[in-house]
C-alpha cells in the first residue's frame, strides 16, 4: 500500500509531461461518420440533417484535443452556424496567440517586414473550407464529416505534418437554415416521382440562391456573420468554398477560373490560386477521379459572392463544383449527354484543361463527397507544404496595398456630410466597415485635389490593406469584354458593374492625389446624423423632408401611428428650408411629436412645425393592402422583395397562384406585386412533371383574369423587370419592349449600372435624387404606343448611358421610358422596367416601388 501510495502521483506526473495530448486520447474513442450517422456519408438516398452534424461535430471535438468547435453566428432564422478548428493540439492549445499573430500579418502597419518575416517562418497557415452556401448541393456538408474524422484521428506523418502547419477552419454547413430546408423537403418526396426534385420554395429565407451573392452588400446575418469571422477575427490566407454545377458537364471544376478578372487585386493571389487548384486537380488524377476542368467556366470579376469578397482582403479564395445528382438520388448521365462549356471546354474531348474526360455512367452523392474529399486532400498538403509562402504572401500583399494607397490615384474616397439619402449614406458606410474597411472623420477643413472639405466629411484612405476591396465598390467598372466563337461578347458569370455610390444614391468623392490630411478620427459605426424638428410652441401642422428611402419608412410610420399623412404635392418654405413634392404633412395633433421626434432623430429626416392654414396642394395617404405574389418557382426575386418591403415596415401579404386564379382580389388588396420572373414561368410554372399537383402550373389563363379584374375594378399592379412581360401579353397593355428578341452583338447588358432620368414632381418619383442610376440586366427600355394611357416616370439618359459595368447597343434604349404607369380600366398597371430593387443593393432607385405601393390608394 505504501509503495503504490508513492508511487501513484510520480506516474500520473509523468505521463502528463511525457505524452503529447493526443496520445492520451484514443483515435478509437472518435466514432465514424457511420457509426454516428447510421449510414457512410453519400449513401444513396440518405443525407445528414443539421442538428446531427453539429452532434458530430461536437462529439468529435469533446474526444479529440486537435479539434475546437466555435460559433460564427446566428442565421437569418436562428439557428447556429459552426466552425470546427482543427490542427494540431499544440495549435489548439496555443490558438489565441496563433490569431492574434495572424491578425498583425494581415495589417502590415502593425507589423515590420524583418519581424513579418521571422514571423512566417514558424506561423501556421490558415485555411477556411466551407460547404452549403447553396444547400441543395449537399455534397460538402456531408464530406466534412469524413473530413473532419479523418483529420481528428489520422496518425500518419503526412496528415501530422498538415495538423503541425495548417490551422483548418472547417464550415460544415454556410447556409444550415437551407440544409434543414432542403433535407425536410427531400425526405418528404422520397420514393415518390419528385424525390429529388426542385423545392417550391427558396433555400434560404429571403435570398434562396442570392445567398452567396451578398457578400459586399451584407443585408443577411449570413453574410455578416462569415465577414465579421474573416475580416476582424480570423483572416484565412487561403478560402475554399465547395459547390456544386449542373449534371452534363465536367465532374469538377477547380481554380484557376477564366478571365476577366478584377485587375484591383494583387497578381499574385491569382498564381496562388492557380498553385492550389493545381494541387487539388493533381490529387483528383492520382486519385482516378476522371472529368476534372480548370481554367472553364467560372471568371473571377464580380466581387459580391462568398469566395470572392475575401479577394479584397487578401484572402486567395477557391471554388471548386462537382457534377451534381438529385440532392441524394442517382443519375446516369450516358456520353451523349455530355457537353463542355462555353468557356474553357468548348466540347467534351480530352484538352490541356480537361485531360481526362468523365465516359459518362452512373453518379452519386458518394462520387461527390469522394472527388471533394480528394480535392482537400491535394489542398491541404499544398497549404502545409507552402505555409511559409503562403504566409508571406499574405504580408506581402496587404503592404503592396498600402504603398499603392500611398500612391494615390486614387488616394482616398471622401463621404461629404450632406447627402440626398442620409439612410444610404449611413447603409454604405455600415457594409464597408462590416468589410473591415476604415473610415475616418474629419475633425477640421481640409483641401483634396484642389477642393475645400469642411470638418465632418468622412474619408476612407486608400493606404489601407483592403485597398482593393474599397476601390472595387467604390469605382466606376470598365468592365474587360471577353469574346467567344464568332466574336460575340461572352457572357460574364454575374453582373459588369456594381458601383456603390452610383447604385446606392450616396455622394462619394474620388481624391485622386495625395493630400495634406486632416486631423481625424476613427469611426467604429455608421450612424445618421439626428436631424432636428424645428417648431414653435402652437404649430398647426407639420413637414416632413421624405427625401431618400427613410422618407418611405417615415411615411409608414406615420400610417402606422393613425396620423393620417399627406405628401407635399407643391412647395413650402420653412425657416429658410424649401420642403419639396413628396415631403410630408401631418396635422399637429397631441399625438404627432413623439412620433415625428423620432423619425428626424432616427433618419435624420428635417422636421418643421408651421402655424397658420396647411399647404392646400397635398396628396392625401392611405396603408395600402400590399399583395406580393411567391410563384411555387423559387425565385430569389420575391424573397428579396419581401425582406425590403420588412425592412421598410411595408405590411404585405404572400399571394399563391391559387390565390391569383381564385380571382376577387381587389377585395382584398390595393396592390398587388409581381417579382421579377420570366412570363412564361408566372403564366406555366413548373409541370406536374417535375412539382407535386400542389405546386404545379402557374397562374393560367384563370390567374390572367383575376389580375385584369383586380385592375379593371381599381388595383394597381406592379411588375417588376422581366414580369412586365407577363403584365403587357396578359393586360394587352399599348407598351413594347423594345430590347426583346435583339442579338448580342445588337444589344447587350448583362448586369450594369445605367443612367436614369426621373421627375421627382410626380408622385412615382417622390423623394428620388432626378438624375439616378439603375441597375439593368437583361431588363426592358419600352415604346409607348397610346400615350393618352400611359405616363412615364423614369427613363434612361439620352446620352452616356452606361455609368459601370458593359453596354453594347446604347441606342437601343437611350432616352426610353424604363418605368411607365399605364391606366387600365379603373386601376394601372406600373411597369418597373429594371430590378429597382436588385438583391436590395439598387438604393437609388428603392422608392419607384415603394411609392407604387404608396400611391395605390
Ligand atoms: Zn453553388
Given at each position: 500500500m505504501s509503495v503504490s501510495k508513492s508511487r501513484l502521483p510520480l506516474i500520473v506526473v509523468l505521463a502528463t509531461l511525457a505524452l503529447p495530448l493526443a496520445a492520451r486520447r484514443l483515435a478509437a474513442d472518435v466514432r465514424t461518420p457511420e457509426a454516428h450517422f447510421g449510414f457512410r456519408m453519400g449513401a444513396d438516398g440518405r443525407l445528414a440533417t443539421a442538428e446531427d452534424?453539429?452532434?458530430?461535430f461536437e462529439e468529435v471535438a469533446s474526444q479529440s484535443d486537435r479539434v475546437k468547435i466555435v460559433d460564427i453566428g446566428a442565421t437569418t432564422e436562428g439557428h447556429r452556424t459552426i466552425a470546427a478548428i482543427v490542427s494540431a493540439p499544440d495549435n489548439i492549445r496555443n490558438l489565441e496567440r496563433i490569431r492574434a499573430a495572424n491578425q498583425r500579418l494581415s495589417d502590415p502597419r502593425t507589423l515590420p517586414a524583418d519581424e513579418a518575416r521571422r514571423l512566417a517562418a514558424t506561423h501556421k497557415a490558415v485555411l477556411a473550407i466551407g460547404g452549403g452556401i447553396h444547400a441543395s448541393e449537399v455534397g460538402a456538408a456531408h464530406a466534412a464529416n469524413e473530413l473532419l474524422y479523418w483529420l481528428a484521428t489520422a496518425g500518419d506523418s503526412g496528415t501530422l505534418n498538415i495538423l503541425d502547419n495548417v490551422v483548418i477552419i472547417l464550415i460544415p454547413s454556410l447556409n444550415p437554415d437551407g440544409h434543414r430546408l432542403v433535407v425536410d423537403w427531400y425526405n418528404k418526396q422520397k420514393g415518390t416521382r419528385y424525390e429529388g426534385g426542385p423545392m417550391p420554395w427558396l433555400y434560404h429565407k429571403y435570398a434562396g440562391h442570392d445567398i452567396n451573392r451578398d457578400a459586399f452588400m451584407m443585408n443577411m446575418p449570413e453574410s455578416r456573420n462569415l465577414s465579421r469571422f474573416f475580416y476582424t477575427n480570423w483572416h484565412p490566407q487561403v478560402f475554399l468554398t465547395m459547390h456544386q454545377l449542373e449534371t452534363n458537364g465536367p465532374r469538377f471544376s477547380a481554380p484557376p477560373n477564366v478571365d476577366p478578372i478584377d485587375r484591383n487585386h494583387d497578381p499574385i493571389i491569382w498564381r496562388e490560386a492557380g498553385l492550389l487548384g493545381s494541387a487539388m486537380t493533381l490529387e483528383l488524377e492520382r486519385d482516378h477521379h476522371s472529368g476534372v476542368v480548370s481554367n472553364a467556366i467560372y471568371d473571377y470579376y464580380w466581387p459580391g459572392y462568398e469566395d470572392s469578397a475575401p479577394l479584397g482582403h487578401n484572402t486567395v479564395c477557391l471554388l471548386t463544383e462537382v457534377a451534381s445528382v438529385k440532392v441524394a438520388t442517382p443519375v446516369t448521365v450516358s456520353a451523349g449527354e455530355l457537353r463542355g462549356s462555353?468557356?474553357?471546354?468548348?466540347?467534351?474531348?480530352?484538352?490541356?484543361?480537361?485531360?481526362?474526360?468523365w465516359p459518362g455512367g452512373r453518379w452519386t452523392l458518394r462520387d461527390i463527397v469522394d472527388y471533394d474529399l480528394s480535392a482537400v486532400r491535394g489542398l491541404l498538403r499544398a497549404v502545409a507544404l507552402y505555409r511559409e509562402l503562403i504566409v508571406q504572401n499574405f504580408y506581402d500583399m496587404g503592404a503592396r496595398a498600402i504603398e499603392a494607397g500611398y500612391q494615390g490615384g486614387p488616394s482616398a474616397f471622401v463621404l461629404?456630410?450632406?447627402?440626398?439619402d442620409p439612410s444610404a449614406a449611413r447603409k454604405l458606410e455600415e457594409l464597408l466597415l462590416q468589410g473591415g474597411v476604415e473610415i475616418h472623420r474629419a475633425l477640421e477643413p481640409f483641401r483634396a485635389d484642389g477642393d475645400s472639405y469642411p470638418a465632418g466629411v468622412d474619408i476612407i484612405l486608400m493606404a489601407q490593406p483592403y485597398r482593393a476591396y474599397v476601390k472595387t465598390l467604390l469605382e466606376r467598372q470598365n468592365y474587360p469584354v471577353t469574346r467567344g466563337a464568332g466574336g460575340l461578347p461572352e457572357r460574364p458569370y454575374d453582373a459588369t458593374g456594381w458601383t456603390l455610390p452610383a447604385q446606392m444614391g450616396v455622394d462619394v468623392r474620388t481624391i485622386t492625389r495625395v493630400f495634406d490630411q486632416p486631423a481625424m478620427s476613427r469611426l467604429t459605426s455608421a450612424t445618421i446624423a439626428p436631424a432636428q424638428v424645428w417648431t414653435n410652441r402652437t404649430p398647426s401642422y407639420y413637414v416632413v423632408d421624405a427625401r431618400g428611402?427613410?422618407?418611405?419608412?417615415?411615411?409608414?410610420r406615420l400610417l402606422a401611428a393613425g396620423l393620417a399623412p399627406a405628401w407635399l404635392t407643391g412647395e413650402v418654405d420653412a425657416r429658410g428650408f424649401k420642403y419639396g413634392p413628396g415631403s410630408l404633412v401631418v396635422a399637429a395633433t397631441k399625438?404627432?411629436?413623439p412620433v415625428l421626434q423620432k423619425i428626424a432623430v432616427e433618419l435624420g429626416l428635417r422636421v418643421d412645425g408651421l402655424a397658420g392654414k396647411p399647404p392646400a396642394g397635398t396628396r392625401p395617404l392611405a396603408r395600402s393592402r400590399v399583395g406580393l405574389y411567391k410563384s411555387w418557382v423559387h425565385n430569389v426575386d420575391e424573397g428579396w422583395t419581401r425582406w425590403l418591403l420588412e425592412q421598410y415596415e411595408f405590411p404585405?401579404?404572400?399571394?399563391?397562384?391559387?390565390?391569383?386564379?381564385?380571382?376577387?382580389?381587389?377585395?382584398?388588396?390595393?396592390?398587388?406585386?409581381l417579382p421579377s420572373l420570366p412570363p412564361h414561368r408566372i403564366a406555366d410554372g413548373f409541370s406536374q412533371d417535375v412539382a407535386p399537383p400542389a405546386y404545379a402550373g402557374g397562374l393560367g389563363d384563370a390567374g390572367g383574369r383575376g389580375l385584369k379584374a383586380f385592375v379593371d375594378s381599381g388595383g394597381t399592379l406592379v411588375s417588376l423587370d422581366q414580369a412586365g412581360g407577363?403584365?403587357?401579353n396578359t393586360l394587352g397593355l399599348p407598351v413594347r419592349d423594345v430590347t426583346r428578341n435583339l442579338s448580342r452583338d445588337r444589344f447587350?447588358?448583362?448586369g450594369s449600372i445605367l443612367r436614369v432620368e426621373v421627375d421627382p414632381a410626380q408622385p412615382l418619383a417622390y423623394g428620388m435624387n432626378p438624375h439616378t442610376a439603375g441597375f439593368f440586366a437583361f431588363s426592358s427600355a419600352y415604346e409607348i404606343l397610346s400615350p393618352a394611357e400611359t405616363a412615364t416616370a423614369a427613363r434612361y439618359g439620352d446620352k452616356d448611358v452606361l455609368l459601370s459595368g458593359w453596354l453594347e447597343g446604347e441606342q437601343v434604349i437611350a432616352g426610353r421610358p424604363a418605368v411607365v404607369q399605364v391606366n387600365s380600366g379603373m386601376g394601372r398597371v406600373i411597369l418597373l422596367g429594371f430590378p429597382v430593387q436588385h438583391r436590395a443593393q439598387s438604393l437609388a432607385t428603392f422608392r419607384l416601388l415603394f411609392n407604387a405601393i404608396l400611391t395605390s390608394r
Open positions: 452534424i453539429e452532434k458530430y462555353d468557356r474553357g471546354v468548348p466540347d467534351y474531348k480530352p484538352r490541356i484543361n480537361f485531360p481526362n474526360p461629404p456630410a450632406e447627402q440626398h428611402n427613410g422618407g418611405a419608412i417615415a411615411a409608414n399625438a404627432a411629436p404585405y401579404k404572400n399571394i399563391a397562384d391559387a390565390d391569383v386564379r381564385a380571382g376577387n382580389l381587389r377585395a382584398q388588396f390595393d396592390v398587388i406585386i407577363f403584365a403587357i447587350f447588358v448583362p
